[in-house]
Structures are given as structure tokens and as C-alpha cells.
């Protein structure tokens, strides 16, 4: 949970292996005393005070309607294995010339894999996102093309963001990929 921030009770399950969801839920009531829910479709987990002071995390985490970008983040997560080089919130830049902020970051066999999560953002957003990756594939920030991960809410957006990402390689999953 605590390169996740917030994971809902499938995740937790499929992470951990832990079998039926009724045993999933065991698990986690055994735990309560380092984590907490609230409910948002199914139970989402985050860290207490006493969690967080456990495994030496820093970001207090609370009941949120943000929550829903996280949990769609961590979807890409699991489905990619779960990657050991996964980062969240990584600052993507050269210095005083372009910078974006991708929801996470991983690489694999020497190339990198931007993740992006549109959840509530403005189609105008991504499209000023998408054009500062471009200036930092052609300013020569990445040794090699990065791949784009999108995760979106509807096909509409889906297709819109494929149009966005043209001619660059990108897949775009939507939330009802994960369910």
C-alpha cells in the first residue's frame, strides 16, 4: 500500500494471491489496525497512522473522491506485473525548458513506459500533456521512444486519445478492460 496509496479489496486480492474475496476481506479485517476503507463501488483500502509508521511511509492518505485516479493507476500496475522499477508522480524535464509530470513511470529492458490516468481531466489537458512529451521525445530526454499507457473512463475518451498519441506507440485500456 504504500507504493499504491490506495488499493481496492480485488487489487489487494490479486497482488497478494489471497484467494477468495471472502478470504481477502479475513485478511484485511485481521490488518485493521494498519488499514482502513471506505466504500466506492467495492472497499478501498489505505494506510493508518499506525500502517504508515509500520512500513516508514510519509503521504497521510484520507477518504477521497480522488481515490478512483489511483485505483485506476494501480490496475495498469497489476496488469504489468507489478514492476519492481514502478514509480509514481515522476517529473519528467530539462531545466528551464519543458517539464511534465507522468502518474507513474516504469522501464522494461531499457526502455521507459509512461502511465497516464484520465479520470477527470479536460481533453484540452491531455492534449497540452501529449505536446510536452513530444518536445521531450525531440529534445532527446529518452534514450529510446518511450511507450504511452493510457487508462481512460469511456471509448469515446479511448479513441480520442489514440487519436492524441499518433504516431507514437501507445495503448489505450479503459477501466471496463479491468473489471
Not at 474475496?21 to 499506525?50: C, H, Q, W
Not at 509508521?53 to 490496475?75: G, W
Amino acid at each position: 500500500m504504500k507504493r499504491c496509496d490506495y488499493l481496492s479489496r480485488s487489487q489487494l486480492q490479486a497482488i497478494h494471491n489471497l484467494g477468495s474475496p471472502r478470504n481477502t476481506s479475513r485478511v484485511l479485517k485481521d490488518m485493521s489496525r494498519y488499514v482502513t476503507y471506505f466504500r466506492d463501488g467495492e472497499a478501498i483500502y489505505y494506510l493508518t497512522k499506525e500502517g504508515r509508521e509500520l512500513v516508514n511511509a510519509k503521504k497521510v492518505r484520507k477518504k477521497t473522491l480522488q481515490a478512483r485516479h489511483f485505483i485506476m493507476r494501480n490496475s495498469l500496475y497489476i496488469a504489468y506485473g507489478c514492476p519492481e522499477t514502478w514509480k509514481n508522480e515522476v517529473k519528467l524535464e530539462l531545466p528551464n525548458r519543458v517539464k511534465a509530470i507522468c502518474d507513474a513511470l516504469f522501464s522494461h529492458e531499457g526502455r521507459y513506459y509512461i502511465i497516464e490516468v484520465d479520470h477527470t481531466q479536460t481533453m484540452l489537458a491531455n492534449k497540452t500533456k501529449m505536446s510536452k512529451y513530444r518536445k521531450l521525445i525531440d529534445l532527446g530526454v529518452f534514450d529510446r521512444e518511450p511507450a504511452f499507457i493510457w487508462i481512460t473512463t469511456t471509448e469515446y475518451r479511448s479513441r480520442k486519445l489514440e487519436e492524441l498519441c499518433e504516431g507514437l506507440d501507445v495503448k489505450v485500456f479503459t477501466i471496463s478492460d479491468f473489471i
